[in-house]
């Protein structure tokens, strides 16, 4: 159902580009399909709604989940339980808190740092500033294996602009020999890949429409 898309999309994708299948809003079933194909790693953005989803799909190996929403300090422990990377990382406090449960709980999750390049107060992220002045904190965090930066442009923005502010993230992440740069999604994934991206986190342009009684029963 899902295939043409998925393969479209990852046969046009330069070495290093990696598919993340946004599987929020969409069923188990759905998820099954396109792991078939060859998709390994899935991302999430709602505990609640992913953990039964994750739990029914146990029996398919190397399946990665990929934690991209709003992470809130009570759920640090569930989210590292599950996930095996988490590109939401939007502060110091819960870098910290999630190095210190990581160490609790013998993970060692990948994260990436969420930052926000431009004034949004609809998106979380650490600002460059704030960014600039944690970073050594954060680079010395013992259980975490910090591999890159995501960005979110504002909704508004031009395609344009869009590029540019990729860009700049993947700047940023390499003034810090980061490799990863989580960036783009179904709108603007052309770009992102143009911009250095290493991570495109698609859903609708995979999966379709997302269904809504699947996001908001669980948006707790
Ligand atoms: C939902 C979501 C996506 C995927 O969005 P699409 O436009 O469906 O590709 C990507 N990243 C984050 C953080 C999301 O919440």
Do not use: Y
Not at 8 to 18: E, M
Not at 69 to 95: C, E, M, P, Y
Not at 143 to 159: A, C, E, I, R, V
Request: net charge neutral.
């Amino acid at each position: 159902m899902f295939s043409s898309s998925w393969h479209q999309i990852s046969s046009c994708l330069p070495v290093g580009v990696n598919l993340l299948a946004v599987s929020k809003g969409h069923s188990a079933t759905s998820i099954r399909c396109l792991a078939e194909l060859g998709q390994k790693d899935f991302g999430e953005s709602r505990l609640q709604e992913a953990l039964p989803k994750i739990s029914s799909l146990q029996d398919i190996p190397d399946l990665r989940w990929h934690f991209i929403g709003r992470l809130q300090a009570n759920k640090a422990r569930a989210v590292l339980k599950a996930f095996a990377v988490i590109h939401s990382v939007d502060s110091l406090s819960l870098a910290e808190r999630l190095s210190r449960i990581a160490g609790e709980e013998l993970v060692r999750p990948e994260i990436m740092i969420q930052v926000k390049l431009r004034e949004d107060p609809t998106k979380g992220g650490m600002s460059r500033e704030q960014f600039l002045k944690d970073w050594k904190t954060l680079s010395h965090l013992p259980n975490l294996k910090l591999k890159g930066l995501m960005t979110m442009p504002p909704m508004m923005f031009s395609l344009q602009d869009r590029k540019e502010l990729f860009i700049e993230c993947r700047e940023l992440a390499n003034q810090f020999s980061l490799s990863d740069c989580s960036m783009g999604m179904s709108s603007d994934w052309e770009e992102a890949v143009e911009a250095g991206a290493t991570w495109l986190r698609l859903g609708s342009s995979l999966f379709g429409a997302r269904c809504p009684s699947l996001t908001n029963s669980s948006q707790i």
